[in-house]
Structures are given as structure tokens and as C-alpha cells.
């Protein structure tokens, strides 16, 4: 096997594999110097999970740290740690950035193609079976709208995804541009050095407070061993955040009431309805999530405020706003998004021909129809992304084990009857739909249905049949076949 990318899934990955399949050999190839994936490219200040920890972390091994809501530095160190513990850091083939990947029915193998950052030479591998678990970011390049006038501001533009080491934000004027996470995290964590941080926002998100410290898992820890205590934390996590999304779904109108009134009563002084009161429903995008409210402690204190309007244009000395506000400025952070790359931009074929991804229909969220033996790890939208990533790379083991005690060479996913045509991620914000037309359609029913419901997921990935009417199995090809 081939896993591409040693972050977080990656890893994961190669650990299940592993445990659950040690007859098999495997390598990673890992297009940066380092483990860790986005929690070892994102270096701007208070860069953090937007998921608890414990359903963060990986199910076979416990997090043992007190905050639920980690700092990138913390995740990064458990990821290495995990990887070192598992033996797995020595098969990471480092700076191989993978190109292209072609598929032989007549051999049932990939031959993966890599160029290699530190040599430059151009290298190949042959795998059985691929998997990539190299997200769907784009980590050279984030989002970066152009603005009005910018070319004047005399001040510093700053983008969270390439933060400068020797940035010193003390004493100065800031304002970030956003509304999402990267935004939420940046403001308060600068507000404790500048002399006053403002979020600029056209529109508002749902924030809401969590503790920093799990409550249940501070109790449990003095009284049972972590394999104990950790997946009874886990299993408390998912039902709530489970809990509440279907709430959200089902009765958006009192989930932005209840929303609403959790943030007023933070925030008793400010302007809610314009600030944090979003034209669409809870979890039409993804919630932010602030540890113990540090930003609203910010905005309460008047180290941080918050401007809801649009840029007219930028000035030598800072942003003038279309209501005529100006805000003042010595650094502008473009807190403005993402950018998506699906398969890490690398490119499929299959017998010769090339694979439009965007033509494709996904099986359970993790396969391509018409590819075989090829897997993609995409975690959920309104939950941890390692519960699904667990789930994915389990299910491959699963299949593996399946193949081989049925005399299979192949695994190849098919379209339903009826077609595809539903977007794959079901969610309005920007990143996801500027992305859209690259990404595969799904169905409109198991197994072509991507439910983002991990407890549906694991009736249907631990416990589902392997050959159900959306997977077909393939034996070796004839020897007169292969030899022609």
C-alpha cells in the first residue's frame, strides 16, 4: 500500500494498516519535510482545533492532555508522538510531492509518480492499493481576494496560511479580515500585544463558547485508567455534537435562538443582531468554536471590536468602509479562506484514460466510481475529521482482508443506476463552493450517500456488508491476457 500524506489521517492510516493487516507492506510518501500536515503548516499565533480532542484524536490512542480544545503545537506533538510509537515515522518517504497516479487492470497496480523537492528527480512506486489522506487543501496557497485601492495601504498585508516568523504585532493597529475559525482564533490572541484589533466581516458566523478543560474528562481522569475513561469522554462528545447538529437541522429557527441568547448573555453590551446574527442557518456553515469565550473576553474588555460592513477601499493608513467608517491600520491579516485541491492536484488514470474526478460518483464518502483500489480520506464538515478519517481506514483494512480471503485483486466502486448529481459537500461556505466543480457528485442513497452522521457511518463502514450494489470484485487477469 501507498498512503499519500503523514498528517493526521495519514498516520492514522498507516497505524490501523498495521494493527489490523500486518501481513501487508506499505511506505509514505509526504510531499513537506515534516509529520503533521495542517497542524505543522499553520504556524499563526493561537492557531487551534475547531474539534474537541478527544473525538480529534485517535480512537486507539487516548489524548492525555487537559485541554479538550488544543493548540496546533499540542497536535502536532501527538501526531509525531503517535507516529513514533507506532514505528511508522521510518516508512515516510520525505518531500515526495505526488504527480500522477495510473492504474493496470492487467497487473492490478498503481504506478505512482513523485517528484522529489530536495533532489529534484522524479521517482516511481508501485502499490496494490492507494490511499490518500492528504485532506483537501491547497498548502501553498490560501485564498486571497484583491481589494480596492490595496496597492496604496502603507501599512503590512499578512495571510494566516504563511505567517512571518518575525512578525511583532505590539504597540501596532490590526485588522482581520474574516469571520471564520482563523479569524475567531487571531483576534484574541493578538489583542493581549496590539494596541487594538478589529474583525472586519461582511457577514456574521455562529460562534460559540466551549470550555477549554472537558468537564467529564477532568472527573474520570482521578478515578479510572485513560482506556477507560477516553472513549467514554469520545462517546459523550459525538452524541452532543450529534445531538445539536440534528437540532440545527430539523429547527434552525430555535437553534439560532438559542444561539443568539448564549452570545448576548456574553456579550451585553454590543450590537448582537448586526454582529453575530448570520442571513443563514445554523450549520449551513461550519460553526466556529471559541475555548472559554476568549473572544468575547476580548470584545468585552475593548481590546478587540467588531466591524460588520464592506471595503469601499483601502487608504495609505488603513481601510475605509462603505457605511464611511474608516478603520485605521499597521497590519492587515487576509483571515479570507482556503483554497481546495483535491487528490493534492495529482492527477488518475485508469487503463490509459484519464479520470475526471468531477464526473465521478463517491462510494461511502471515500471511494471514486469506476477506480479501483483507491481510497480517499475526507473528514466531516459538522464533526471531528478524524472520526471519519477512523472509519475510512478501517473499511480499507476491512476490504484488504476481504480481497484476499476471496481471491479478489481488485475493489471497483460503481455509479448507481439512476446517477449522481448532489454536490459532495453540503455546505454554503465559500471555500466549498468555489471548489465545487472539482470535486465528485454523490448519490442520493447508501451506499452513494454521504450523510456526515457518524453513527450512521459506522453501522454502514464497521458492521455493512463489503459487497453491497455499489462495489464490484475483480480476479487476476489471464496469464494469455497479461503476457498479450
Not at 513537506?32 to 493561537?46: E, N
Not at 483554497?339 to 487503463?351: A, I, Q, Y
Request: hydrophobic share 40%; net charge positive.
Amino acid at each position: 500500500m501507498l498512503i499519500v500524506g503523514a498528517g493526521l489521517s495519514g498516520i492514522g492510516a498507516a497505524c490501523h494498516l498495521q494493527e489490523e493487516c500486518p501481513d501487508k507492506s506499505y511506505a509514505i510518501l509526504e510531499s513537506r519535510g515534516a509529520v503533521g500536515g495542517t497542524w505543522d503548516l499553520f504556524r499563526y499565533p493561537g492557531v487551534r482545533s475547531d474539534s474537541d480532542m478527544f473525538t480529534l484524536g485517535y480512537a486507539f490512542r487516548p489524548w492525555k492532555d487537559s485541554k479538550a480544545i488544543a493548540d496546533g503545537p499540542a497536535i502536532r506533538r501527538y501526531i509525531e508522538e503517535t507516529a513514533a510509537e507506532y514505528g511508522v515515522t521510518d516508512r515516510i518517504r520525505f518531500h515526495h510531492r505526488v504527480q500522477s497516479a495510473e492504474w493496470s487492470s492487467d497487473e492490478a497496480r498503481w504506478t505512482v509518480t513523485a517528484a522529489r523537492s530536495d533532489t529534484g528527480e522524479t521517482v516511481r512506486f508501485t502499490c496494490s492499493w492507494l490511499s490518500l489522506c492528504s485532506g483537501y487543501y491547497r498548502y501553498d496557497e490560501g485564498f486571497r481576494p484583491s481589494f480596492p485601492g490595496e496597492e496604496r495601504f502603507a501599512g503590512q498585508f499578512v495571510h494566516p496560511q504563511h505567517w512571518p516568523e518575525d512578525l511583532d504585532v505590539t504597540g501596532k493597529k490590526v485588522v482581520v479580515i474574516g469571520s471564520g475559525a482563523t479569524a475567531v482564533t487571531l483576534v484574541p490572541t493578538l489583542a493581549d500585544r496590539a494596541e487594538h484589533v478589529t474583525m472586519l466581516q461582511r457577514t456574521p458566523s455562529y460562534i460559540l463558547s466551549l470550555p477549554g478543560r472537558d468537564p467529564l474528562a477532568q472527573a474520570l481522569r482521578s478515578r479510572l485508567p485513560a482506556r477507560l475513561a477516553y472513549p467514554i469522554v469520545r462517546w459523550k462528545n459525538v452524541l452532543l455534537s450529534t445531538a445539536f447538529f440534528q437540532f440545527s437541522r430539523r429547527w434552525p429557527t430555535a437553534a439560532r435562538k438559542v444561539i443568539r441568547r448564549l452570545t448576548q448573555k456574553q456579550l451585553p453590551n454590543i450590537d448582537v443582531d448586526t454582529h453575530f446574527n448570520p442571513p443563514y442557518d445554523p450549520w449551513d456553515q461550519r460553526l466556529c468554536l471559541v475555548p472559554d469565550g476568549d473572544l468575547f473576553r476580548a470584545l468585552r474588555r475593548g481590546t478587540a471590536s467588531i466591524a460588520t460592513d464592506r471595503i469601499a477601499t483601502f487608504t495609505e493608513k488603513g481601510i475605509e468602509l462603505e457605511s464611511g467608517a474608516h478603520l485605521d491600520a499597521d497590519v492587515v491579516i487576509t483571515a479570507t479562506g482556503l483554497n481546495l485541491l483535491p487528490m493534492g492536484g495529482m492527477s488518475l488514470t485508469v487503463d490509459g484514460k484519464p479520470v475526471d474526478v468531477s464526473g465521478r460518483v463517491s462510494y461511502k464518502g471515500m471511494m471514486l466510481s469506476g477506480v479501483p483500489n483507491l481510497a480517499m480520506v475526507i473528514g466531516y464538515t459538522n464533526a471531528s475529521w478524524t472520526l471519519k478519517a477512523d472509519l475510512v481506514n478501517r473499511y480499507v483494512c476491512r476490504l484488504l482482508r476481504h480481497l484476499d480471503e476471496h481471491g479478489y485483486v481488485s475493489a471497483t466502486p460503481v455509479a448507481p443506476p439512476e446517477g449522481g448529481d448532489e454536490p459532495f459537500l453540503d455546505l454554503a461556505s465559500g471555500y466549498v463552493q468555489r471548489s465545487l466543480g472539482a470535486l465528485p457528485k454523490q448519490g442520493s442513497r447508501k451506499p452513494w450517500k454521504l450523510h456526515q452522521n457518524y453513527l450512521r457511518d459506522v453501522a454502514l463502514m464497521r458492521r455493512g456488508p463489503l459487497d453491497d450494489e455499489g462495489m464490484t470484485f475483480q480476479r487476476a487477469a489471464a496469464p494469455a491476457r497479461r503476457a498479450a
